[in-house]
């Protein structure tokens, strides 16, 4: 069947430390991939996407590549800020409405 | 745009009485979703509407939860009678439709609370 695995957090790193937060997926098919990102006492909103193999998305310094041989989305950034403290989620796109989700990955940013 | 709207934004009530949850869409959006996040479950998607219409109702847990959306701007989800184990983050999101992903956009939450 369908399924993301996350890394299990929380994920406690120093301000401008490099972030990597793991996915992976199994699936039928090559689907697309998403993060959401959900800071404290909001909803959840779209980080970045990738709709097919080797697809590299970025938005707000955070990247994730499609990667088909490993079926991995591993998020990627360079230096962390603080501000990027909040609950990371993998999400696999079944049909043209339905996401699995992982469990969420929290991050949080010291100074 | 405001983004999608929900109240209230925390409920607590007891054990038995009906909880109404309510949501307004984003405006243009023709497609809407329900769902309820926990420690235990994480993110589920209870229901999702298109053009109004319940397409997929599958993750409504049982007959004690309900969901309406009598027009493209409001839509309802309600509990009778709840229970303490229905104490979870409500989410509503709505999209654009198509026969591609289209991004989904969430409300701020409903914190229900049981007794």
């Known amino acids: 069947g369908n399924s993301v695995t996350q890394m299990e957090g929380p994920v406690t790193l120093s301000e401008e430390a490099f972030l990597t937060i793991n996915c992976t997926y199994t699936a039928t098919g090559y689907p697309s991939l998403f993060w959401y990102v959900q800071y404290p006492g909001e909803g959840l909103q779209l980080l970045l996407k990738?709709?097919?193999a080797d697809d590299k998305g970025s938005n707000k310094g955070f990247e994730a590549t499609y990667r088909k041989e490993t079926t991995s989305f591993h998020l990627e950034k360079g230096s962390v800020q603080v501000s990027d403290s909040a609950v990371y989620f993998c999400?696999?796109?079944?049909?043209?409405?339905?996401?699995?989700w992982g469990a969420g990955t929290k991050l949080i940013i010291k100074p | 745009d405001a983004g999608v709207i929900q109240s209230p934004r925390h409920e607590v009530t007891e054990m038995g009485q009906e909880v109404t949850l309510r949501c307004k869409p984003i405006?243009?959006?023709?497609?809407l979703f329900w769902y309820r996040q926990t420690m235990m479950r994480g993110l589920e998607l209870l229901i999702y509407?298109?053009?109004?219409?319940?397409?997929?109702d599958s993750g409504m847990p049982e007959d004690r939860f309900s969901a309406k959306m009598p027009n493209a701007s409001f839509s309802t989800l309600k509990i009778q009678p709840s229970e303490p184990r229905d104490s979870a983050v409500y989410f509503c999101?709505?999209?654009?439709?198509?026969?591609?992903?289209?991004?989904?956009?969430f409300g701020p939450g409903t914190r229900l609370t049981v007794l």
């Open positions: 405006s243009g959006h023709n497609s």
């Open positions: 999101a709505s999209s654009t439709s198509g026969s591609s992903y289209n991004e989904q956009f």
């Open positions: 990738a709709t097919k």
């Open positions: 999400a696999l796109k079944i049909s043209n409405y339905q996401l699995i």
């Open positions: 509407f298109n053009n109004n219409v319940p397409i997929d």
